[in-house]
């Protein structure tokens, strides 16, 4: 595919209206683009009322969205915004062929390792795309999204360098006042952001529900989040993906500044919601066990925090 | 000191009138010993009531027992037998030497490691006899014991071989109903029971509060477990105390049999209590650093369940 197969004017799908779908296609169909939600539920409260969206320095209201219950409604589009959470992953074998033309791209914004695979299978590999995002946004309500760090996305193509096209989508979001960077290699910036989401993500749940700043005030924890992150570096650079040390102290450095923060994954946990165990822990295991690499205390995390999740969710169903 | 020291008819002070201070001091009791019994709390049910013990064969009732609110009353004796969690160890530098005379035995009853060294410290070293309790007694009230599983208690000296003493000790505890054994190493025996102690003590705590039961079902958990227990088992191994793979093979055979049991630390942690977490998991990291034996999940382990103790003990001094 040239990038001439890539319209200037794409019709877009966006898979789900939680806090990333919802807060990416605001800014989107704000920027005028070719938008068309699929929602699962809250359709009613969308067409009624839009989107609004907040962050630090903006308010963004969409008041009429095109919102659809299937994808066949939707039908062919040029992107599909894939921004359902990879827990659902197996609900895509059926939600995406309806979406695809003969050059669609399908583009997830899914956490973690593997979220791409899937969606290979479903769809074809060479139409995939991921998109990571580095972004802080809650969904108060349907619609209604509050976002307090709307930072970056770094765009890269499944399993190739950078194409024309991927270069197209970002400029997409780049005019829609979205910070988008292209990267060769998709792999490696998944392994970067991990080296954070492992220990931050994880400690917060199985240390008992605690925010950044508890993690960093408590020095057994420090140092074991530290080497965690050691474990994620050794295991990246036996796939060949180099992150230097300085990367780990860095995180250090930023997370002492954003005070006491509760990752994304203890929010979910917390709210009796889906956490992506398989992809920010489970997988990088099964990739280091199979390359060699030593993850004990990854190993351990994914143990305790699959219990965790297993206990919360038998205490639910005993209610 | 010869076996001639060691009086066939001792005086004996029991230091702390929980579950294990209750249970031994009323077998001894009851078997015509010389008891006398140092209670911080609850001593006028002790002295209106006595003590009853229940065990899956017995009912042990002694109506009158010597109860005392301070070492001095009680004065010096032949045997104190120390029945306090470790965690109150700093207290002893005040309460023992009242009770000791010039050849006192200092018997230890506590979990973990490094439980004598204090001991050693407020009494002197040669004083010093460890038993190591594998029982299940809670106390249900006052003086009042539940003895599920009687056990054994394999007792040996503090940094030296079995002595005449040791083994009339043991036989003062055999001839009130205690299945005791003397071992020339305590030290080895203490890594013995760690590698039990260690995983399932630590893991029901870390994993949400689960019973071994739990444990042995998740595959995650129990491969875990497995991984701990070689962890102590090499760092003992560089103490020179050799302890067989087949021991661990044991443990799990012996795990799956108990059922949905609730280890002591669990039962401690969820009612607010202190737990051993220095004597359990504390001493052995550190031992297991200085001597350069690497105990990455023992490490993790400790880190996680210190800061769960913290949270829970933060969150009642919020109540």
């Given amino acids: 595919m040239n990038a001439a197969d890539f319209p200037s004017k794409p019709r877009i799908a966006i898979v789900g209206t939680g806090a990333l779908g919802c807060y990416y296609g605001a800014r989107l169909a704000k920027a005028g683009e070719d938008v068309h939600f699929l929602a699962r539920s809250g359709r009613a409260a969308l067409v009624a009322r839009g989107l609004r969206v907040r962050t630090p320095t903006e308010r963004i209201h969409v008041r009429r969205i095109p919102v659809y219950a299937s994808a066949a409604e939707i039908g062919p589009c040029d992107l599909v915004v894939v921004a359902l959470k990879a827990t659902t992953n ?5 939600v995406l062929p309806p ?14 390792l593997g979220v791409e695979e899937p969606l290979a299978e479903a769809a074809g590999a060479g139409r995939v795309v991921g998109a990571i995002c580095f972004i802080a946004s809650v969904r ?13 996305m770094e765009i890269g193509e499944f399993g190739r360098p950078a194409q024309a096209r991927t270069r197209r989508i970002a400029a997409l979001f780049q005019k829609a006042g979205v910070s988008a960077a292209v990267h060769d290699n998709l792999e490696a910036r998944r392994w970067h952001k991990l080296v954070w989401n492992v220990p931050f993500n994880g400690l917060a749940i199985a240390a008992g529900g605690i925010s950044t700043d508890v993690i960093m005030a408590d020095e057994g924890l420090r140092t074991l989040a530290r ?16 992150i230097p040390r300085s990367f780990i102290d860095l995180q250090f450095e930023r997370t002492a500044k954003i005070g006491g923060y509760r990752p994304s994954s ?3 946990f917390e709210a009796g919601r889906d956490v992506e165990v398989e992809e920010i822990w489970g997988e990088p295991v099964r990739r280091a066990r199979k ?22 969710d038998a205490k639910r169903r005993r209610r």
Avoid: W
Wanted: charged share 20%.
């Fill in 90 to 94: 197996d609900a895509l074998r059926s």
């Fill in 99 to 112: 979406l695809l033309g003969e050059n669609t791209v399908v583009l997830t914004l899914q956490n973690g």
């Fill in 140 to 152: 108060t309500a349907p619609g209604v999204i509050h976002c307090t760090f709307p930072g970056l």
């Fill in 227 to 242: 080497r965690l992150m050691e474990e994620i570096v050794e295991a990246a650079a036996k796939f060949g993906h180099a």
């Fill in 266 to 268: 203890l929010i979910d």
């Fill in 291 to 312: 390359i060699g690499a030593a993850v004990p205390r990854l190993e351990m995390l994914y143990a305790l925090i699959k219990r965790l999740l297993g206990n919360r």
